[in-house]
C-alpha cells in the first residue's frame, strides 16, 4: 500500500467502521486495528501519518478495561484520543464531524489524499503479479458482486491463469448464470469453467422444508461439486477469495484471519484476497473501473442459499420456477418505475400453500407470490417501501398473467423487527 494511512485504534467504539469510512471520503486511507498492536507491529504498516485511540463509552469489553500500549501514545506521529477520557472531537453535525476530521487528517497530520481506487486497482495488480508470479489461482465465481469483482482485478493482473468455476445449483435469479458466461468467458476471455449442476441440488433437496435443513444441504453440496472440480486440475497453488474488509472486522479484527470455512483439507491452497481492505461500496467503484455491467456490480444482496430460501418450504421445480419469473418481472418493473437503485432490496417468495382462484372460468388451487421490498443503512432494522399502488395493481397482473401455477399477490408490509427481511 502506497497510500498515506490513518491507523484506528479500536478501544470498544462502535463507530470505528464508520469513521474509517469517513476518512477515507476524504481521500485517505484508513484502517483499523485491535487495542492491543505492538509498537514493531506498527512500525511495520506502511505510511502511517496519524493514530486515532477511539473508545467506548467505558473502554471496557468483557468486564475488562483495555488501553493501548503506552509506547502507542509516544508514536513519531500524532495521536489522537476519542473517547469520554479525551477531547470527544466528533460531532453528530456531519458537516462539523467532517470539518473536525479534515483538520486532523490533514492540518495536524500531513496526510495526502491519495486513496482512490484507481490507485488500489494499480497496486494490487502489482501484488497480485508478485504473490502469484506464473502460478495458477482458483476462483468460485458466483457472479455476486464481490466474486465477481476479485474475478475483473485478477484477470488484469494475471490473465488466464486464473480459473474461475461457476457452479449452477439452479437457485439463482432469471439470467445470472447466462450473464456469468457472457461477461467472463464471451467478454473478458476468462478461463470458465461452467458446472451444470442444477439436478444434483435439486434431487438433493427434494422434500425437505427446514430452511436451516435447505442451507446446510446447499452449502455442503457446492463445497463438494467445487472441490471435485479443484481436483481435476493440475498445478493449482492459489485459492481466491470475494473476503471484503466487514468480513474481517466481524471475524474479530484484523488480525484474525478469514479462512476457508468447509474446504477438505486436503485442498491445501494459498489465499489470494484482494478486496479484503475495501467496503462493499469501494468494491463497487472496482468493478465499475474494471468494466463489469452495472446489473451486475450494483446487484442487490442476494442469499447464499440463493432462491432455495425465496421457495418457502420444500423446493419443487414448478414452485422454484414461479420464484424466478415472478422475481424477474417485480425487477423489471422497478427499474421502469424508477425503484431500481432507490429501493436497497426487493424480490418475491412463494410459500407452500395454495389458495382457491378462479382461471378459465373455472376454480383453481394456486400458490401466491409475496412481494418484499424494503430500506435499510446496515440490514440490522428495516423499513417498507411505499411502493405506488397503480404499479402494484400492474405488477399483480403481470404476475398472475405470466407466472405459471400463480393467482394471488400479496405485499409484504412488515418492517424489521418484526419481520426480517427474508421469509426464511
Given at each position: 500500500m502506497k497510500q498515506d494511512m490513518i491507523l484506528i485504534l479500536d478501544l470498544g467504539s462502535e463507530e470505528n467502521p464508520r469513521l474509517a469510512r469517513e476518512i477515507r471520503a476524504l481521500g485517505v486511507y484508513s484502517e483499523i486495528h485491535p487495542h492491543d498492536i505492538t509498537a514493531e507491529?506498527?512500525?511495520?504498516?506502511?505510511n502511517v501519518k496519524g493514530i486515532i485511540l477511539n473508545g467506548g463509552p467505558n473502554r471496557v469489553v468483557d468486564g475488562v478495561e483495555i488501553d493501548a500500549a503506552k509506547e502507542i501514545y509516544n508514536a513519531p506521529v500524532?495521536?489522537?484520543?476519542?473517547?469520554?477520557?479525551?477531547?470527544?472531537?466528533?460531532?453528530?453535525?456531519?458537516?462539523?464531524?467532517?470539518?473536525?476530521?479534515?483538520?486532523?487528517?490533514?492540518?495536524?497530520?500531513?496526510?495526502?489524499?491519495?486513496?482512490n481506487m484507481e490507485n488500489?486497482?494499480?497496486?494490487?495488480?502489482e501484488l497480485i503479479r508478485q504473490q502469484v508470479g506464473d502460478r495458477k489461482v482458483l476462483l468460485a465465481l458466483s457472479g455476486?458482486?464481490?466474486?465477481?469483482?476479485?474475478?475483473?482485478?485478477?484477470?488484469?493482473?494475471?490473465?488466464?491463469?486464473?480459473?474461475?468455476?461457476?457452479?449452477?445449483?439452479?437457485?439463482?435469479?432469471?439470467?445470472?448464470?447466462?450473464?456469468?458466461?457472457?461477461?467472463?468467458?464471451?467478454?473478458?476471455?476468462?478461463?470458465?469453467?461452467?458446472?451444470?449442476?442444477?439436478?444434483?441440488?435439486?434431487?438433493k433437496l427434494a422434500g425437505i422444508s427446514d430452511p436451516e435443513q435447505k442451507r446446510k444441504i446447499i452449502g455442503k453440496e457446492?463445497?463438494?461439486?467445487?472441490?471435485?472440480?479443484?481436483?481435476?486440475?493440475?498445478?493449482?497453488?492459489?485459492?481466491?477469495q470475494g473476503t471484503i474488509y466487514p468480513d474481517i472486522l466481524e471475524s474479530d479484527g484484523i488480525k484474525s484471519h478469514h479462512n476457508v470455512g468447509g474446504l477438505p483439507?486436503?485442498?491445501?491452497?494459498?489465499?489470494?484476497?484482494?478486496?479484503?481492505?475495501?467496503?462493499?461500496?469501494?468494491?463497487?467503484?472496482?468493478?465499475?473501473?474494471?468494466?463489469?455491467?452495472?446489473?451486475m456490480v450494483y446487484r442487490q444482496p442476494f442469499p447464499g442459499p440463493?432462491?432455495?430460501?425465496?421457495?418457502?418450504?420444500?423446493?419443487?421445480?414448478?414452485?422454484?420456477?414461479?420464484?424466478?419469473?415472478?422475481?424477474?418481472?417485480?425487477r423489471e418493473e422497478f427499474a421502469k418505475n424508477g425503484l431500481e437503485g432507490k429501493v436497497w432490496q426487493y424480490f418475491t417468495a412463494i410459500p407452500d400453500i395454495k389458495s382457491v382462484g378462479v382461471r378459465d372460468n373455472k376454480r383453481a388451487d394456486e400458490w401466491c407470490v409475496i412481494i418484499r421490498a424494503v430500506n435499510t443503512v446496515d440490514a440490522m432494522t428495516a423499513t417498507v417501501e411505499n411502493v405506488p399502488f397503480?404499479?402494484?395493481?400492474?405488477?399483480?397482473?403481470?404476475?398472475?398473467?405470466?407466472?405459471?401455477?400463480?393467482?394471488?399477490?400479496?405485499?409484504?408490509?412488515?418492517?424489521?423487527?418484526?419481520?426480517?427481511?427474508?421469509?426464511?
Open positions: 507491529e506498527l512500525a511495520a504498516l506502511p500524532p495521536v489522537l484520543l476519542a473517547d469520554h477520557k479525551g477531547d470527544q472531537p466528533w460531532p453528530e453535525d456531519a458537516a462539523a464531524r467532517k470539518e473536525a476530521l479534515s483538520n486532523f487528517v490533514f492540518q495536524v497530520c500531513g496526510a495526502q489524499a491519495n486513496w488500489f486497482i494499480a497496486d494490487q495488480v455476486g458482486v464481490d466474486s465477481s469483482v476479485v474475478a475483473a482485478l485478477l484477470i488484469k493482473a494475471i490473465g488466464k491463469q486464473l480459473i474461475c468455476v461457476h457452479v449452477n445449483h439452479g437457485l439463482l435469479r432469471k439470467g445470472e448464470p447466462e450473464q456469468v458466461v457472457e461477461v467472463f468467458r464471451n467478454q473478458m476471455d476468462a478461463n470458465l469453467i461452467y458446472v451444470d449442476a442444477v439436478d444434483r441440488f435439486l434431487d457446492f463445497i463438494d461439486v467445487f472441490a471435485e472440480e479443484a481436483q481435476k486440475l493440475e498445478g493449482i497453488s492459489f485459492l481466491a483439507e486436503d485442498l491445501q491452497f494459498e489465499l489470494v484476497e484482494p478486496v479484503k481492505l475495501l467496503y462493499k461500496d469501494e468494491v463497487r467503484v472496482v468493478g465499475k473501473a474494471l468494466g463489469l455491467p452495472d446489473n440463493g432462491l432455495g430460501v425465496r421457495c418457502i418450504g420444500a423446493i419443487t421445480r414448478d414452485r422454484l420456477e414461479a420464484v424466478r419469473e415472478s422475481d424477474a418481472i417485480l397503480d404499479l402494484l395493481q400492474h405488477i399483480t397482473a403481470r404476475i398472475t398473467a405470466e407466472v405459471k401455477g400463480v393467482n394471488r399477490v400479496l405485499f409484504d408490509l412488515t418492517p424489521k423487527p418484526t419481520g426480517t427481511i427474508e421469509w426464511e
